[in-house]
């Protein structure tokens, strides 16, 4: 069975960095994988934040986080990550990763998404 699994959420003050693991099993990474992080705080609508492509590390950013937040991969370890810094309170939310295969088009976090992770959260105080 596919499984993603998100690690590394937590409580940090504003200015604080984290970093968010998403491990997968049962899944090659390694192969036409566009990769997503998401997040969704209490009451607002899910949002795309970052993507990957896997095949090239073409990445995207969500214009909230672009210059903070930064998106990569490695497929040794069959994760992706997002390393989030100069964290702002609006950042607080669950945070999730998903992946769908992609073999034309471009990877962004609009579209389908086939398989998703339980979510780990990420609170940042003022």
């Known amino acids: 069975q596919v499984r993603f699994v998100e690690s590394g959420g937590g409580s940090v003050q504003a200015g604080g960095s984290l970093r968010l693991s998403c491990a997968a099993s049962?899944?090659?990474?390694?192969?036409?994988?566009?990769m997503g992080w998401f997040r969704q705080a209490p009451g607002k609508e899910r949002e795309g934040v970052a993507s990957?492509?896997?095949?090239?590390?073409?990445?995207d950013y969500a214009d909230s986080v672009t210059g903070r937040f930064i998106i990569s991969q490695d497929n040794a370890q069959n994760t992706v990550y997002l390393q989030m810094n100069d964290l702002k309170p609006e950042d607080t939310a669950m945070y999730y990763c998903?992946?769908?295969?992609?073999?034309?088009?471009?990877?962004?976090?609009?579209?389908?998404?086939?398989?998703w992770g339980q979510g780990t959260q990420v609170t940042v105080s003022s």
């Open positions: 049962r899944y090659d990474y390694s192969r036409s994988t566009c």
């Open positions: 998903a992946a769908r295969r992609l073999f034309v088009g471009r990877c962004s976090t609009e579209g389908q998404f086939t398989y």
């Open positions: 990957i492509y896997t095949d090239d590390d073409t990445t």
